[in-house]
T-cell receptor, first 116, second 114 residues
Framework: KAGVTQTPRYLIKTRGQQVTLSCSPI?????VSWYQQTPGQGLQFLFEYFSETQRNKGNFPGRFSGRQFSNSRSEMNVSTLELGDSALYLC???????????????FGPGTRLTVL | DQQVKQNSPSLSVQEGRISILNCDYTNSMFDYFLWYKKYPAEGPTFLIS?????DKNEDGRFTVFLNKSAKHLSLHIVPSQPGDSAVYFC?????????????FGAGTQVVVTP
């Protein structure tokens, strides 16, 4: 079974630009979560999507947004990039079991975003 | 507010010996705990998990212990191998309305020496 894939793997942008990152979950997984990893803040939860709906959101400004498609693929968008947005962006997928039972998340390789 | 803490930023262990990584949490609502291993420039790789209804889970060389009363979990790697050199993160979930959200510790860098 193929793992979680993320594209692109590396990206360089300048301040003020916007960027879109893509994530394809493991086949059969319906939940996609996004995280930001920086040296200072560690791994921070951005948001989670299930059945094309955002179910949960972390403490990030509105410049960070996302969406999920009917095939469970997800994209996240960052508008008006700032230097502090330079980070490794990770997505993770899970089956999202019924009844709210916690499920294991499997991560993609990440997209390394550098903002100049 | 750091709800999951890994107080040891690094650990050095000899090949063949036991590695013990520790993790503390503050939120009593957490009911599922995971350990991930991460190499530079890669995403975290799932290692092992434990539900709050258990106090031990074992998978090959990896064993996770959970002490709910102390809000503490640990990961034992026996025997340690050079390929185990990586950053290890513990994570927790189960808060109310926490769909898809894992809370991560800051990580412990493990170096296995020959």
């Amino acid at each position: 079974k193929a793992g979680v894939t993320q594209t692109p793997r590396y990206l360089i942008k300048t301040r003020g630009q916007q960027v879109t990152l893509s994530c394809s979950p493991i086949s059969g997984h319906r939940s996609v979560s996004w995280y930001q990893q920086t040296p200072g803040q560690g791994l921070q939860f951005l948001f989670e999507y299930f059945s094309e709906t955002q179910r949960n959101k972390g403490n990030f400004p509105g410049r960070f947004s996302g969406r999920q498609f009917s095939n469970s693929r997800s994209e996240m968008n960052v508008s008006t990039l700032e230097l502090g947005d330079s980070a490794l962006y990770l997505c993770a997928s899970s089956r999202s079991l019924a009844g709210g039972v916690t499920d294991t998340q499997y991560f993609g390789p990440g997209t390394r975003l550098t903002v100049l | 507010d750091q709800q999951v803490k890994q107080n040891s930023p690094s650990l050095s262990v000899q090949e063949g010996r036991i590695s013990i990584l520790n993790c503390d949490y503050t939120n009593s609502m957490f009911d599922y705990f995971l350990w991930y291993k991460k190499y530079p420039a890669e995403g975290p790789t799932f290692l092992i998990s434990i539900s709050s209804i258990k106090d031990k889970n074992e998978d090959g060389r990896f064993t996770v212990f959970l002490n709910k009363s102390a809000k503490h979990l640990s990961l034992h790697i026996v025997p340690s191998q050079p390929g185990d050199s990586a950053v290890y993160f513990c994570a927790a979930s189960g808060e109310t309305d926490s769909w898809g959200k894992l809370q991560f510790g800051a990580g412990t860098q493990v170096v296995v020496t020959p």
